[in-house]
Each structure stands twice: as C-alpha cells, then as structure tokens.
C-alpha cells in the first residue's frame, strides 16, 4: 500500500508529544512491512523540508496554522508525480485536514481525544467557540462516511456523542515502549514524577499544589517534571509562588535513557491533565512499577488506568492530595499497584497496534465499508 498521514506536527517537533509517537511508530511499522509511507506535517526550525527517517518519509511545510493547507498542496504535488495514494490517514487533532473534501481516496479519521474541555483552556473564548463549533459540527459531518479509528474506547464514546456512527470507529489503543533496562533503584526521598508536554490542559501546576500541601508531612518529598512546552515559564512561576521551588525540578527535554532513569525511581506519577485520549505517560510509568494518579473525567485515563489495581483515579485536587498521602505512606500499597501496573503495561505492543492498523488500511483502502474492529488489549487485561 501507498499511505499518506496528515499530521499537524512530528515528534522532533518542540510541541510533539504522545500523538506524534503513536503515529510515527505506526507508520514506521507499515514501513517494515514493505509499505510506502508519508508523513505530511508542519515545518520548524532547521528540520528539513524532506526527511527519511526508518523508511517512512516526512514531508515538512506549513506552520501552526499553515500546515493545512500546505500539507494538501504537497501531497497533491505527490500525487501528480508518483500517482495516487491508496489511503489517507487524517488526524484529527481538534481540528482535521479536511481531506474528505477533495480525494476519492479512501480516508481514516485518527482522533486521539475530543478536545471539548481543552478549547477555552488554551485559546481565548471566541476561538474556543470556532474549534469547538468545527470539531463537534462540521467534522462529524464532512466525514460521515468515512472510517474513524480511536486510540481508546473513551474517545469512541465522546466521538458517538458527537454524531459519528458507532459502526465506523475502530479502537486501536497505543502500544508501551518496552523500558530500558537501567537498573536504577527508586530514590531514597518521596518522589512523584510528570511526564509530558508543558502546555496549560496538562496542568502541572496540580502537581505543584500535591507538593505544596504534602511537603510539611512528607520530609524529603520533591517532584520532577520531564518534558518541555512554551508553559514552561508559567510553571516555574506558579512553583515559585507556591514556596516549592526548590522541590520542583523542571528538566525540560530529555533523552530515552533519562527519561526511563526519571521513571525508575520515582515513587508515584500524576497525570492531571484535563484530557488524554489514552494516556502514554501513565503506561510508561506502569512498566517501571509505578502507579498513576489521575483525574477519573479526563477521557482515556480512565482506561489507562484501572483504579484501585494499577493506579487510582480521582475526582479533584484534594482527593489528588489524599491519594498520593496514601500511596507515599504506604510501601506495599505502592508495591501492590505497581506491580498490576506494570502487568497491564505489557499487554500493550506497539507491534500489535501496527498490526491492528494494518489490517484495518488493508481492508478500507481495498473498498471494504468502515468497520468496527476492536483492539480488546484493555478489556482483556481488565478480566
């Protein structure tokens, strides 16, 4: 098969993150297995134009909001060179590429989350009221026949509540990337960790709230923060005014081995981000053995985490705060939830995820009508 994949960035992207990942490992896996891939996304920096990274080929132009467009543009181009594409992957990260709207080709609609709490939390009240009007509205409409994948059942729900038929969305959850193997011990001190990008939906600052109101009874507690995003700044700020810090530590951008060092030897991870559509952070974390403690409405948590087994999800900041009282007090509890975690945590393969792909684009791009296939990894692992 010849693929294309919209994008609104890559992974060296300074906003790239977890969607970036889960599609760039799919397309790497397609690659593998003998199909032409190609990457469409926005341009930054001194990345080139044109890139060929483990067989996948990745096409930069455009900016923040540009990329749409000249993605289109030089897939098109592409198109009239080479010929056409068998399949389109369209990701939809709040907004789509509105690829439906002109090409034949068959097209899959990637959603990874709904973004409805995210809109007025990142942008301002009338371009929160657009994206917001567009992805609940216009795109369920545009792409009413074609084939939609979710990365978790949370998100095909919401998706359903938008209008998009049940029948056309496939779950295909994220795969873990297998932890390497440092030896590190956990840290002798309380340590909670955050892993992902600093943008305001995350909320690091909850995690700085836990701190500021756990640090008189929990000698020693810190907490570290791996990963990097334009709120960096913010984030400082808010642990300066919270007197915490010199128990935070902000480490930006880190290579595998530090980031799988952080992980080992943190005590607890927070996810208390407004929304994820999976949740990659909190099973990164389950395969160093450490639980996760999230909020239960923030969408796929809810699914990367089973409460009460590999983590616990809760329902606001003070019960965030007790939560993680309990797990720091409480050797065994911790021993206990991470150990369940870190058995979940293998139930999910980037190779089964490029396989569930696979077989998906070979039946859409052969013009088999959308299908409801299921990636059942969760809910066999929840038996």
């Known amino acids: ?37 190609t990457i469409y996304c926005a341009a930054h920096g001194d990345a080139p134009a044109h890139e060929v990274r483990c067989g996948v080929t990745i096409r930069r132009q455009g900016g923040r909001l540009t990329v749409y467009g000249a993605a289109l543009q030089a897939l098109r181009r592409d198109e009239r060179a ?35 709490e995210q809109w007025p939390v990142v942008f301002g009240p009338v371009a929160a009221r657009v994206g917001w009007f567009i992805e609940s509205q216009v795109a369920p409409r ?136 999976w949740g990659l952070c909190v099973v990164e974390a389950a395969s160093h053995g450490v639980p996760t403690v999230a909020y239960s409405d923030a969408g796929g948590l809810s699914e990367s985490i089973i409460d009460g087994r590999t983590g616990i999800l809760v329902d606001d900041l003070d019960a965030m705060t007790h939560a993680v009282a309990a797990l720091l007090a409480d050797p065994e509890l911790r021993a206990e939830l991470g150990d369940h975690a870190r058995d979940y945590a293998r139930q999910f393969t980037w190779t089964g995820t490029g396989q569930h792909w696979e077989t998906l684009l070979t039946q859409v791009t052969r013009g088999g009508a959308p299908v409801t296939m299921t990636d059942a990894r969760s809910t066999t692992a929840r038996r």
């Open 1 to 37: 098969m010849r693929l294309a994949f919209l994008s609104w960035r890559d992974s060296t992207h300074p906003e790239g993150g977890g969607a970036e990942h889960y599609l760039e490992t799919v397309a790497e896996h397609l690659a593998t297995r003998g199909h032409d891939v």
């Open 82 to 116: 080479h010929g056409a594409f068998d399949g389109i992957v369209d990701t939809q990260n709040g907004i789509p590429f509105f690829s439906s709207w002109w090409t034949r080709t068959p097209v899959v609609v990637l959603v990874h989350h709904v973004h409805r």
């Open 142 to 277: 545009v792409y009413r026949s074609r084939q939609y994948v979710a990365v978790s059942g949370r998100t095909r729900d919401e998706l359903v509540e938008l209008g998009v038929t049940a029948g056309h969305i496939a779950v295909i959850h994220n795969g873990t990337d297998a932890p390497l193997a440092l030896g590190v011990a956990r840290n002798p001190d309380p340590t909670l960790v955050v892993l992902g990008r600093l943008v305001p939906h995350k909320r690091v600052e909850h995690a700085i709230d836990v701190v500021a109101r756990l640090r008189g009874t929990h000698p020693g507690l810190r907490l570290r923060v791996v990963g990097h995003g334009w709120w960096h700044d913010r984030i400082a700020e808010h642990a300066h005014a919270s007197g915490v810090e010199d128990d935070v530590t902000l480490l930006g951008f880190v290579d595998e081995a530090t980031k799988h060092a952080e992980l080992s030897s943190a005590w607890v991870a927070l996810a208390p981000s407004v929304k994820e559509g």
